[in-house]
């Protein structure tokens, strides 16, 4: 393990991507979970406000989380989510763009009703090859504070 609870202060970032959007898998996730015509063909999507092939905005968090597993979670003690506070999705992600980022930080304590638990804030913001914020997410999570804990 890479990271332990210890290693997750406020104030503590991980970076995040980069990731190629690509215009097919933008479609066959639209095809299976979101199929709105702004995520199925370019043409709807340029007659949208979104102004092209758009992912949805379920596609784009799927694609944070998988970053944040590549960056940091697969490499911690990282036992469940909490939940989320925030998602804001603030500009389209269209085909073709590159998404990177980083994981801040927020809070951290122990847990107060799981014994070996601890349990941290953080706040994701994915940007695009522009420098444009295009998602935020600020969510909860539990992570081991012991490797005892981690393995068992």
């Known amino acids: 393990m890479k990271y332990g609870f210890e290693d997750f202060t406020p104030g503590r970032s991980f970076p995040l991507g ?29 007659a949208s406000i979104l ?8 596609h784009t968090c799927g694609m944070l989380m998988r970053m944040t597993v590549d960056s940091y979670i697969s490499h911690s003690p990282s036992q469940a989510g909490l939940g989320v506070d925030l998602v804001e999705w ?50 909860n999570a539990m992570l081991a504070t012991s490797a005892e804990t981690a393995n068992a």
């Open 90 to 139: 603030k500009k389209p992600v269209l085909a073709g763009d590159t998404l990177s980022g980083t994981t801040t930080v927020i809070d951290q304590r122990v847990s107060k009703t799981r014994p070996g638990m601890g349990v941290v804030k953080l706040r994701h913001e994915l940007q695009n090859q522009r420098g444009q914020i295009v998602c935020i997410v600020e969510l």
């Open 18 to 46: 980069p990731k190629l959007v690509t215009a097919e898998e933008i479609i066959e996730f639209a095809e299976e979970f979101d199929p709105q015509p702004m995520h199925l063909s370019e043409e709807a999507g340029k």
């Open 51 to 58: 102004g092209g092939l758009a992912a949805s905005g379920w």
